[in-house]
Structures are given as C-alpha cells and as structure tokens.
Nanobody
Framework: QLQASGGGLVQAGNSLKLSCAAS????????LGWFRQAPGKQRELIAQ???????GYADSVKGRFTISRDNTENTVYLQLNSLEPEDTAIYYC???????????????????WGQGTLVTVSS
C-alpha cells in the first residue's frame, strides 16, 4: 500500500514537499514514481527513482522537482520548487516491479498506486 501526503495550496514561486509512505518489506526492491494529472489532461509520469537511486524527470519539471527515497523509512519524496500555476494537479505515487533498476518511462509498468494528493498553485 502507498499513502501520499503533503499536498496543499501554495503561491507561485513557492515550494512544497510531497511524501509517499509504503507498507511492506520489499520497498527497497521496487522503483518508485510520481505522476500527476491536471484538470482535463492525461496523467503523466514526472519523476522516478530506481532501486539504485538513478532518477529521471519529465522535461516539464526538470530542474525544479527532485525525487528521493529513504529505504529505512519506506518513503519516497518529491520536492517541488519554483511552483507554477501549471503544476496544479493531483499527484500520485506508484511503485514498479518491472525492471526496477532501470529508468522506464511507460505508465503501464507501474503495479501499485497511492490515492493521490492535490497540489494547487495560485498565481
């Protein structure tokens, strides 16, 4: 199970940190990703971290968002900096067992999903 938290309302230019806590003893063996879905848009993969700590980002968030994982706490984080109104979305965390040591860009390979947390950025 994955439980995302940390969303809220922030002004443009500010920061927010999302957390996603996982239950189970195999956390270190899965890759983790953060997705988001803006109103009227498809869900998109914006950040991922492999079992070895390799990270990947969508161009839309590269340089502003940072994903990290803490295997001792079974938690994955997403630091959101320099937020823009276009970042307003529901943010989801997900876990992937498919090639967990590689960057994989397809959503369909993610097996487990959290419930989502809403981030609203005002201008």
């Amino acid at each position: 199970q994955l439980q995302a938290s940390g969303g809220g309302l922030v002004q443009a230019g500010n920061s927010l940190k999302l957390s996603c806590a996982a239950s189970g003893r195999t956390f270190s063996a899965v890759a983790l990703g953060w997705f988001r879905q803006a109103p009227g848009k498809q869900r998109e993969l914006i950040a991922q971290v492999t079992t070895s700590g390799q990270t990947g980002y969508a161009d839309s968030v590269k340089g502003r968002f940072t994903i990290s994982r803490d295997n001792t706490e079974n938690t994955v984080y997403l630091q959101l900096n320099s937020l823009e109104p276009e970042d307003t979305a529901i943010y989801y965390c997900a876990a992937r067992t498919y090639y967990p040591y590689r960057i994989v860009r397809a959503e369909r390979f993610y097996d487990y999903w959290g419930q989502g947390t809403l981030v609203t950025v005002s201008s």
